[in-house]
């Protein structure tokens, strides 16, 4: 192998400058002739560097995504999926919104090109998706004091603020709740952001820890982002009520922090876009500052396009310009233009009266039937659990997911002796749950919960 | 100087914020806002262009700024079999998160372009590959790659470059350095000096190359070239990241576009590749492109790709799906696929007509100036040679856009076009 590379040099290809010297072998550093391979079936000569990913080793799964692996691989009839929090209809199939193959029949017959978006992505999209957060005609919009850039749905949006916060904010931390959607550690940690957490759920109630969250707010450095859920907490479904919201932010304001909304169920928490947008309205009449990112995953179904946005309500039209310019900045090296797919989607689906009606009635039933299979959930609980345990917690709760209480032991338990898939914090998808399958969970939960600790 | 500004400027507005005090019963009190200290954000300078070109009224403006093909009326093309593609996904039900990795399939068929049909590393598995979101995205993602797992390196980049190259490997924190690549005086390639700049960096660095079709220059290295660039390369142990955004759009034949990532891999290396199908395929606002880095064996492959999504996932979890599956549906039906490849051919042919025309056209008006690099360049872009004053003249007295590196966007000049154009250049260079 080594001398028929040497040999090479003797064609003249190596400029006439490299002294045989550094051909020789055994030279420290990294001596591309040091270790010769042969592979017996091909002709070509191979590189004999030692990798540089030499030490690099297998990255954890993730504990979200990794769960729908995990249950794809089971070969067991009883499997459930109450992993990731994707919509199943009653048949636990995927469900693509009727309204959303209408805009797509439309988008084909129109022929619309393919071109590049601008960094801060279709306007269209962009005035649509700020007006259903705020409502149409809200001061904000018509002050022109939101700044709004479409994002790679809530994960791609919540990147672009926690890198505006890096670049802008340095040393500021984010105060996250506890616990919180696996992922925006992950996001804060690499746009480098501090972070530290505020207590928000209450296992002894199965409940919101209220006076710990306030406390915790309280105690957080002056000016520090508070990253709140607009709606249907994830992975807890607690929400605070109307009367805690205004105490929250009231705290906010005294301490000066900006909060920051992780808005990713709006229209599919309550089944109302306008009630499910109370919390970050609140915020607005408050004539705060702040971020808000938004996510049509889940109420448009959309979770395979990544659209969503950032929002950052400014106090003043220049500043909302501003701000917009330097989100486009972190933006373009990111991945220069965000795809249009999805974008035009909900442009469509929005800007079209009758589409939009339609729409509203599909996220009402999707929200129905979650509230419908929580209540069956709940009866099969409460008819064969004889041991007085309070469940009605599973109706408090809100939105796609269930906190159902249950430790890693017992979430394990779930998986392994019934083949509920679930993620480790004892968290359920109800949105993975049929009617059919609620007397089996319901097993399954009373003997995880009472028979493993 | 003005990053550093701000961030004392944001610290200063920060303790000085006085809280927001009052009653909220309508309307907002005047109050110091968070946002002081942002400063408007500078044009981008590529796509800048395309916003100040759609803000001018004149009849008679010629958009030569971004890398967007254009037919020859200077319209958008979305290509045959992409539309045909559209039609057989309509009314798909899937709609589900794709993995951190993207569409297996799309990748696989991906791959299969870069490395060759019937690629050994393909079949042997050791090339850990993941969709991304374009070109940008791959060259972000391996940016950040690199930054996690090989901390203490720079990376060279040829000088011109695609300027959002530098905002990347900027934003990823891995220091730059760059090496020789266009010559002026030639308006080509300054090889030698390219080669003094590989010899005299550190063993073992990082380089960013252009597989075909340079951007923003057109000049490509002659196979004999990258021949000799590869066994430097080897010497001094060197790590190649080929940006790969013009495969079949700089000749019209996909395979021979790939030679010097086919070269290099001949000669043993083990290289990065970033794809995109923005321009060859005409899904510049879908965001489809690959990330690959080819490793010793089958089990690194498996590690390098786990760590790869580990950083997709907080930048925006999974990529998007429709034009993953518009390039599955294509490159996975022969018909479709050979479909494409002639469409390929006809922008590629398009783009090297109008080189042809423009380089007529400017020597017949009788330039004192060569524009032999016109046709000698290759690609969607040609490098005129025009100072940024000329430039500058160009746009404000003939509403023609272009960046002011003097790039030409080879795409938007049509027969339609080329005369007022080929005349404008005269003019403002003329006297030179």
């Not at chain 1, 009727?98 to 279709?122: C, F, Q, S, T």
Request: proline content about 5%; hydrophobic content about 40%; aromatic content about 10%.
């Amino acid at each position: 192998m080594a001398s028929s590379m040497l040999s090479l040099g003797s064609t003249s290809l190596l400029p006439r400058e490299i002294s045989k010297d550094k051909l020789k072998l055994g030279t420290s550093g990294s001596n591309p002739f040091l270790k010769a391979k042969s592979f017996s079936r091909v002709t070509m000569t191979v590189a004999v560097k030692p990798s540089r990913f030499e030490g690099i080793t297998m990255a954890p799964p993730d504990p979200i995504l990794g769960v729908s692996e995990a249950f794809k691989a089971d070969t067991n009839e009883m499997k459930l999926n109450l992993g990731v929090g994707a919509y199943r209809t009653e048949e636990l199939q995927p469900y693509v919104l009727n309204v959303v193959k209408k805009a797509e029949n439309l988008m084909l017959e129109r022929g619309d090109n393919k071109e590049y978006l601008p960094i801060e992505g279709l306007a269209a999209f962009n005035k649509a998706t700020a007006e259903l957060l705020f409502g149409a005609g809200h001061p904000v919009i018509k002050e022109q004091r939101v700044a709004t850039i479409q994002g790679l749905s809530g994960t791609g949006s919540l990147r672009l603020a926690a890198a505006l916060i890096e670049r802008y904010f340095p040393g500021a931390k984010v105060v996250i709740s506890s616990p919180t959607w696996g992922n925006h550690k992950n996001i804060f940690n690499d746009a480098k952001v501090p972070w530290s957490e505020y207590r928000y759920y209450d296992p002894k109630t199965i409940g919101l820890d209220f006076e710990g969250m306030i406390s915790d707010i309280k105690e957080a450095p002056e000016g520090s982002f508070i990253l709140l859920h607009g709606c249907a907490h994830n992975p807890t479904g607690i929400d605070p009520t109307p009367e805690q919201w205004v105490k929250i932010a009231d705290v906010i304001q005294e301490k000066n922090h900006i909060p920051f909304f992780d808005v990713a169920y709006q229209g599919f928490a309550s089944g109302s876009l306008d009630e499910d947008a109370a919390s970050v309205r609140l915020f607005a009449e408050r004539g705060m500052e702040f971020f808000v990112a938004q996510s049509y995953s889940k109420n448009l179904g959309l979770y395979a396009e990544r659209i969503g946005a950032i929002n950052v309500v400014c106090s003043s039209a220049d500043a909302a310009t501003r701000v917009k310019s330097q989100l486009k900045r972190i933006a373009r090296p990111m991945y220069s233009n965000p795809p249009v797919h999805g974008a035009r989607i909900v442009a469509n689906v929005v800007g079209d009266a009758t589409m939009f009606g339609e729409w509203k009635a599909e996220m009402e039933m999707m929200a129905g039937r979650i509230k419908t299979v929580r209540q069956e959930l709940y009866d099969s609980l409460v008819s064969k659990d004889k041991s007085g345990k309070d469940w009605s917690f599973i109706l408090k709760q809100i939105g796609m997911f269930s906190f159902t209480g249950l430790n890693k032991a017992q979430s394990d338990n779930m998986t392994d002796k019934w083949h509920v898939y679930m993620t480790k914090d004892g968290r359920i998808s109800l949105a993975g749950l049929s009617m059919a399958k609620c007397e089996y969970l319901a097993d399954a939960i009373i003997d995880s919960y009472h028979n493993v600790s | 100087m003005a990053m550093a500004m701000m961030i004392r400027n944001a610290a200063a507005s920060r303790r000085a914020m006085t809280p927001i005090s009052g009653d909220f019963g309508g309307g907002l009190r005047s109050m110091s806002s968070w946002w002081k200290s942002v400063e408007p954000a500078p044009k981008d300078p590529i796509l800048g262009v395309t916003e100040a070109f759609l803000a001018d009224p004149s009849p008679d403006k010629v958009n030569v700024g971004v890398g967007a093909y254009r037919d020859d009326n200077g319209k958008p093309v979305v290509l045959d079999c992409v539309r045909e593609a559209e039609r057989r996904l309509a009314g798909s039900t899937f709609m589900e998160y794709l993995p951190m990795g993207g569409s297996a399939k799309m990748v696989d068929l991906t791959l299969k372009l870069a490395y060759g049909d019937d690629s050994e590393f393909i079949k042997d598995k050791r090339i850990a590959a993941i969709q991304t979101l374009s070109g940008t995205g791959a060259c972000r993602l391996f940016a950040d790659f690199q930054k996690r797992f090989c901390p203490g390196s720079q990376i060279y980049i040829p000088v011109p470059t695609w300027s959002n190259h530098h905002n990347i490997w900027r934003d990823a924190e891995v220091p730059q350095k760059t090496y020789h690549y266009y010559h002026p005086e030639t308006k080509g390639l300054d090889f030698s000096a390219l080669m003094d700049d590989v010899k005299n960096a550190p063993d073992g660095s990082f380089f960013l190359l252009h597989a075909c079709a340079h951007n923003p220059t057109g000049v490509d290295p002659t196979e004999e070239q990258w021949r000799e660039i590869s066994q430097l390369f080897k010497a001094k142990g060197h790590f190649a990241f080929f940006d790969m955004a013009y495969q079949g759009f700089a000749s019209g034949d996909p395979a021979r576009d790939a030679k010097s990532i086919r070269i290099f891999l001949e000669d043993g290396h083990h290289i990065g590749i970033s794809q995109s199908y923005a321009k060859n395929m005409g899904l510049y606002g879908q965001r489809v492109g690959c990330l690959s880095v080819l490793c010793e064996d089958a089990k690194q492959a498996v590690s390098v790709k786990s760590q790869l999504q580990q950083l997709a996932r907080p930048m925006y979890s999974n990529p998007p799906l429709h034009g993953a599956q518009l390039v599955s549906t294509i490159l996975e039906d022969p018909e479709l696929k050979s479909l494409w490849l002639k469409e390929v051919k006809v922008m590629a042919d398009r783009i090297i007509g109008m080189r042809t025309t423009l380089r007529e056209s400017l020597e017949k008006l009788g330039s004192p100036l060569s524009w032999e690099h016109v046709t000698k360049q290759i690609g969607m872009f040609c490098y005129s040679g025009l100072t940024p004053e000329q430039v500058d003249r160009l746009t404000s007295e003939y509403h023609i856009y272009m960046t002011r590196n003097g790039r030409i966007s080879m795409a938007g000049v049509t027969t339609g076009n080329v005369g007022y154009l080929a005349n404008a250049i005269h003019e403002v260079t003329k006297s030179s």
